[in-house]
């Protein structure tokens, strides 16, 4: 199990050196691998390069990804939550400095005024980058075109912004194959997660 682990974040991190500010990976992996992906990219960015995030879940609350990424050794100090899934799933969140609860993960025009909330909160943090922990989970609250939309939104954004990175991660199988096309043309570079 550690030999693995340690073979993705390995992948992960040959795929990410060198690459120039601004860029928009979008990193795919079968959904055994999509914990490990995820704390590897978190770990890289958040731990070894010092940047500041802005993680969107769509996948887990906020009470008990914060838990996990602690668990896993992930530094939180320079991450702010854009929480997706809490309130869809009926649960009361709590108030924090670091974290925006939203509606539902259908709501994308709230998503994206949170989105413009979060890199408020974060101005003046080093290195920021932008975390979609999951286009599939997206893609379940919402249409094809309507996620084709967001996503042009959401890299369009990225890019104006000036953000170091944007990171987005799809389970393959789980986005419909007319999407991923959008999304590789969208994104500068598409890793596949082995």
Known sequence: MKKKESKITDQIRKEVKGLPDNYIILF?????????TNMAILKIFLNEKKYSGIYITVNRPYITLVEFLKKNQIKLDNIFFID?????????????????????????????????????????????????DSLSMMAIYNSFTTLAQFSHFLTTRIRLSKLKAGILISLEKEVDEKLLLILKELCDKVVEVR
Not at 96 to 119: F, K, R, V, W
């Open 28 to 36: 795919v992996t079968d959904s055994e691998k999509y914990i490990e």
């Open 84 to 132: 997706c899934i809490t309130k869809t799933g009926g649960g009361r969140p709590e108030i924090t400095e670091d974290c925006l609860y939203l509606t539902s993960p259908h709501n994308l025009t709230e998503l994206g005024i949170a989105l413009t909330q979060a890199m408020d909160a974060m101005k003046g943090k080093p290195g920021k980058f932008l975390f979609l």
